[in-house]
């Protein structure tokens, strides 16, 4: 069968393609979109081709909202029933560089998560992205005694923030732009910093006696990470009170530069913990899931807009231009 697609040709070039799927096997199932989602850090990266695997010509995306359409033998699912999946790798004639921009997919049944019925289809497109974030969340072992720094406050970075004060943290959201600060506001945030205006780590360490027990850096600029380390409290040398335990880096965006710390300032001073986060476990997805599913996640507080696939080249342009910060394709 024929199924439309949004393809990256070349370099910087958004375009409308067709693949062929093949029929379902065993364990397979074949679902019609009725939306994708745009993670905004890696597809970019993959527009411009510094993304590891990325060959032109190819096709993007990893969050599809479906329903199931056709079955192959021994799948227990009904038709019609809703569904979150990821990477999609039928896509002839084009490579796959995750490859769920797609308007029917090829999946493998336990590569399916049903959706709860009480979860609205575009919240739940932010399945992935939300499992992301809190895969990074708990790499940093975060507690509700916690005080806690998010940097870049792009799609990850407000989920990140939404979900460390679902867990009882207190949250500081950086970043340059009024309106990803605002939109971190009306999610609960307990503050926010416009780092163009501040001096972010003198405020930081004003507002908490010294520094966040957990930092994360989610910009996805390389050079700003050992700025975001400094945020953690520097290690004393009087043994009264006694010697604080290290605050916890998280480095949870994409980078595609070498980040690097100064020593003295950040490693030697601070001592960290560092953990670098790598996308998300199946369960962590079904975990972010519930969360959406019980308000914890919010993903409308985050500014989202909503355009037919046949949009893709604007919505990308939009994205890349910084004058949207989530996209979430229809296809219905």
Request: glycine share 10%.
């Given at each position: 069968?024929?199924?439309?697609?949004?393809?990256?040709?070349?370099?910087?070039?958004?375009?409308?393609?067709?693949?062929?799927?093949?029929?379902?096997?065993?364990?397979?199932?074949?679902?019609?979109t009725l939306y994708t989602g745009v993670s905004t850090g890696t597809e970019l990266r993959v527009l411009v081709g510094k993304q590891v695997g990325g060959v032109f010509p190819l096709i993007p995306?990893?969050?599809?909202?479906?329903?199931?359409?056709?079955?192959?033998?021994?799948?227990?699912?009904?038709?019609?029933?809703?569904?979150?999946?990821?990477?999609?790798?039928?896509?002839?004639?084009?490579?796959?560089?995750?490859?769920?921009?797609?308007?029917?997919?090829?999946?493998?049944?336990?590569?399916?998560?049903?959706?709860?019925?009480?979860?609205?289809?575009?919240?739940?497109?932010?399945?992935?992205?939300?499992?992301?974030?809190?895969?990074?969340?708990?790499?940093?072992?975060l507690t509700a005694q916690d005080k806690v720094a998010v940097v870049g406050l792009g799609l990850i970075g407000q989920l990140a923030a939404q979900i460390a004060k679902a867990r009882g943290a207190?949250?500081?959201?950086?970043?340059?732009?009024?309106?990803?600060?605002?939109?971190?506001?009306?999610?609960?945030?307990?503050?926010?910093?416009?780092?163009?205006?501040?001096?972010?780590?003198?405020?930081?360490?004003?507002?908490?006696?010294?520094?966040?027990?957990?930092?994360?850096?989610?910009?996805?600029?390389?050079?700003?990470?050992?700025?975001?380390?400094?945020?953690?409290?520097?290690?004393?040398?009087?043994?009264?009170?006694?010697?604080?335990?290290?605050?916890?880096?998280?480095?949870?965006?994409?980078?595609?530069?070498?980040?690097?710390?100064?020593?003295?300032?950040?490693?030697?001073?601070?001592?960290?913990?560092?953990?670098?986060?790598?996308?998300?476990?199946?369960?962590?997805?079904r975990e972010a899931l519930g969360l959406i599913a019980s308000g914890a996640i919010r993903p409308r507080s985050i500014p989202t807009t909503v355009v037919s696939f046949q949009e893709a080249a604007?919505?990308?342009?939009?994205?890349?231009?910084?004058?949207?910060?989530?996209?979430?394709?229809?296809?219905?």
């Amino acid at each position: 069968m024929k199924s439309k697609a949004i393809v990256f040709p070349q370099a910087s070039t958004v375009t409308i393609g067709e693949i062929d799927l093949p029929q379902p096997r065993a364990g397979e199932v074949i679902t019609k979109t009725l939306y994708t989602g745009v993670s905004t850090g890696t597809e970019l990266r993959v527009l411009v081709g510094k993304q590891v695997g990325g060959v032109f010509p190819l096709i993007p995306g990893y969050e599809n909202i479906g329903e199931v359409f056709e079955l192959g033998e021994g799948v227990d699912l009904a038709k019609g029933v809703r569904v979150f999946t990821s990477n999609h790798w039928s896509t002839a004639p084009y490579n796959s560089c995750f490859g769920a921009h797609v308007e029917y997919g090829l999946f493998k049944a336990a590569e399916l998560f049903p959706i709860p019925e009480n979860i609205d289809l575009v919240d739940a497109v932010f399945a992935k992205t939300s499992a992301i974030a809190l895969h990074g969340i708990q790499r940093g072992c975060l507690t509700a005694q916690d005080k806690v720094a998010v940097v870049g406050l792009g799609l990850i970075g407000q989920l990140a923030a939404q979900i460390a004060k679902a867990r009882g943290a207190t949250v500081i959201a950086i970043d340059t732009l009024d309106d990803r600060l605002e939109a971190a506001k009306q999610a609960g945030v307990d503050f926010t910093i416009n780092a163009a205006r501040e001096d972010v780590e003198q405020t930081v360490r004003k507002l908490t006696d010294g520094g966040v027990d957990v930092a994360i850096d989610v910009t996805g600029v390389a050079s700003v990470v050992d700025q975001t380390c400094r945020l953690l409290p520097i290690k004393g040398w009087d043994p009264d009170p006694p010697y604080p335990p290290s605050g916890r880096l998280v480095i949870l965006g994409s980078y595609t530069e070498p980040v690097a710390f100064s020593f003295r300032p950040s490693l030697f001073s601070i001592e960290p913990d560092i953990f670098p986060s790598r996308d998300c476990t199946p369960v962590d997805i079904r975990e972010a899931l519930g969360l959406i599913a019980s308000g914890a996640i919010r993903p409308r507080s985050i500014p989202t807009t909503v355009v037919s696939f046949q949009e893709a080249a604007q919505a990308y342009a939009a994205l890349r231009d910084r004058t949207a910060v989530r996209v979430v394709f229809q296809w219905g």
